[in-house]
């Protein structure tokens, strides 16, 4: 045993001169036996002597604890003791301690705070644990005092007195509520009796704080009949606007004041003149107050069209189809003549019927009723519909009117035999009786131009 002491003190000699330090013996053999006492002493420790800590009276034997040297300053539950918090090396390193009893103090701002802000005095045993007794009785932090109770956690979470996770049970916080302060709403942390009702807080608002004074223009005073939760500007369509007058076209995106000038809502005509009027009067091409229009725009103008430029395109009287449709007014009313504006076919057409050859319907004769072979629904002169005496079918449809017609001056003259020779013909009606090789004696047998 005793060769195993001098094999351990020259080890930490050795180890103490290749480290740059002389200790003495008498150190040595005291950092033998606190290391194998599980006892490694600090600095302090070991500044203050041995007699510090082992009277000669006790020789060296441990004293208990670090209470055996340390009077307490606090007064710890069972089962807490110096080392819980403290560290050897020092007293002000304070470890992390974890709160056995209430998860509340374990996270966010409390985690952060320093033993004296919730233990003044080194208060620990049976210190309270409802946050009225830190945040009202002691600190005074409580931003609304007792008004709302003592129960901190009811709106606040440990992360901090905002955000509030309180939710309104009669008003939902929605869009800017959402992100306004309680005291915005509740003034004095009134919370017992707000009405939930919007004028009762936008009376600003409403007065003319925001611009137009809704009280004096007579508007109701439920702010979501116009405006939405998410903005008051642009306000919304009014759901009982008359007529659905704001829901397409350009009036869906006006202004409110573009319609109620000088504030005017109540009373005022939904009538096209009582805002059109000026519109009306100055529009030259064409000229309404000269025509005679009538001052109901919706008459030519379509209100879904965000522009003037549908004006004309529902005739009442006489309704726009085929290529009709697709003109400009211009076209037929370019003479300025609007009112009593004659729908005859030929007050138009006149030199289409005379300067169409094929057929000429000037020297046949035909009717300068248009509609009797054309359809107002056609886009095109080709689209011919008339009724036929000899239905064209077969062969008879597709030819020209020129195969069968050889007189353009009258298309009541029809030639058979140019196409049904006479010996063809009189092969096919031998033994026929009456049977005679000409075109009138051939469409009174076969009018259906069949055999």
């Not at 340390?70 to 709160?99: A, M, W």
């Not at 620990?124 to 644990?129: A, E, H, I």
């Not at 709403?185 to 004028?199: A, I, L, M, R």
């Not at 009117?401 to 050889?406: A, D, F, I, N, Y």
Request: proline share 5%.
């Amino acid at each position: 045993m005793p060769r195993l002491w001098v094999i351990v003190l020259s080890l930490l000699l050795i180890f103490s001169i290749q480290s740059g330090e002389r200790i003495s013996a008498s150190d040595r053999k005291e950092t033998f036996i606190h290391r194998r006492e599980g006892y490694l002493l600090n600095k302090d420790h070991r500044a203050n002597g041995c007699v510090s800590c082992h009277p000669k009276a006790q020789g060296r034997r441990r004293r208990g604890g670090c209470g055996s040297c340390h009077d307490y300053r606090h007064d710890l539950p069972k089962g807490v003791t110096c080392t819980t918090c403290h560290t050897i090396e020092s007293f002000s390193q304070i470890k992390n301690y974890r709160h056995l009893l209430n998860d509340f103090f374990r996270v966010g701002v409390h985690k952060t705070l320093s033993c004296r802000e919730c233990h003044p005095n080194g208060q620990f045993k049976g210190n309270p644990r409802e946050c009225v007794h830190c945040h009202m009785e002691r600190r005074q932090d409580a931003p609304h005092g007792l008004k709302l109770g003592g129960d901190c956690q009811e709106c606040h979470t440990p992360n901090g007195w905002q955000p509030v996770k309180h939710q309104h049970s009669g008003f939902t916080l929605r869009a800017a509520h959402r992100n306004l302060h309680c005291l915005d709403c509740h003034p004095d942390y009134t919370f017992e009796g707000v009405q939930s009702f919007c004028y009762s807080c936008h009376k600003r608002e409403f007065h003319g704080g925001a611009g137009l004074d809704h009280a004096a223009a007579g508007l109701p005073y439920d702010c979501l009949l116009c405006h939405t939760m998410y903005s008051f500007s642009p306000p919304a369509s009014y759901r009982d606007h008359p007529s659905g007058l704001i829901s397409e076209g350009n009036h869906h995106g006006a202004a409110c004041r573009d319609c109620h000038k000088k504030a005017i809502f109540q009373g005022l005509s939904d009538e096209c003149q009582s805002c059109h009027q000026k519109d009306y009067a100055s529009t030259a091409s064409p000229n309404h107050a000269q025509n005679g229009f009538s001052l109901d725009c919706t008459v030519c103008h379509d209100p879904k069209d965000p522009s003037w430029e549908s004006g004309g395109k529902n005739h009442t009287w006489w309704p726009l189809r085929g290529m009709h449709k697709t003109l400009d007014c211009s076209e037929c009313h370019g003479d300025g003549v609007y009112a009593g504006k004659s729908t005859d076919c030929l007050s138009c057409h006149q030199a289409d019927y005379a300067g169409t050859t094929d057929p000429d319907h000037q020297a046949a004769g035909y009717p300068t009723g248009c509609d009797q072979c054309h359809q107002d629904s056609h886009t095109s002169w080709e689209q011919v519909i008339f009724d036929h005496p000899l239905p064209l079918t077969s062969n008879h449809a597709g030819i020209a009117c020129t195969e069968c017609h050889k007189e353009p001056a009258n298309y009541a003259v029809f030639v058979c035999t140019d196409c049904h020779l006479r010996q063809n013909t009189n092969f096919i009606h031998r033994g026929i009786a009456g049977y005679n090789y000409a075109s009138e004696s051939c469409y009174g047998c076969h009018p259906q131009g069949q055999r």
